[in-house]
């Protein structure tokens, strides 16, 4: 069950719940790692935006979705989150997946690989 830490603008996601909301319409994913991070495999249709580039592309994000931060192990997606809610964005719709890439993989969750989707 998604959780929310004290002080924490957004819930916390097992990669086990953020594999169950993969796919929804009402569901993006953002991976907030570094490009050649990114290509060596990611979420499928994951959309890469570095962390350093959430504040600059904060109005491209949906506002009427939930939006699921994903890096390698949390800590970045924790921050894009933090950075999303301080721009204003919904904090029920926030979402970052602790234990990251590397264990959606591991699981078989869907991924892509390269620059593909």
Request: hydrophobic letters at 35%.
């Amino acid at each position: 069950m998604p959780r929310r830490e004290p002080g924490e603008p957004y819930y916390r996601l097992t990669v086990d719940e953020a594999g169950k909301m993969h796919g929804k319409p009402d569901t993006m994913f953002i991976d907030v790692r570094k490009p050649d991070e990114y290509r060596s495999g990611h979420v499928k249709n994951a959309t890469l935006i570095p962390v350093d580039d959430v504040l600059a592309k904060v109005d491209d994000l949906p506002r009427d979705k939930n939006l699921v931060f994903i890096c390698a192990v949390g800590a970045r997606s924790g921050l894009a989150c933090e950075m999303a809610a301080a721009m204003g964005l919904d904090q029920e719709k926030l979402f970052s997946v602790d234990g990251g890439t590397p264990v959606w993989i591991q699981k078989g969750l869907p991924t892509s690989r390269g620059n593909e989707p």
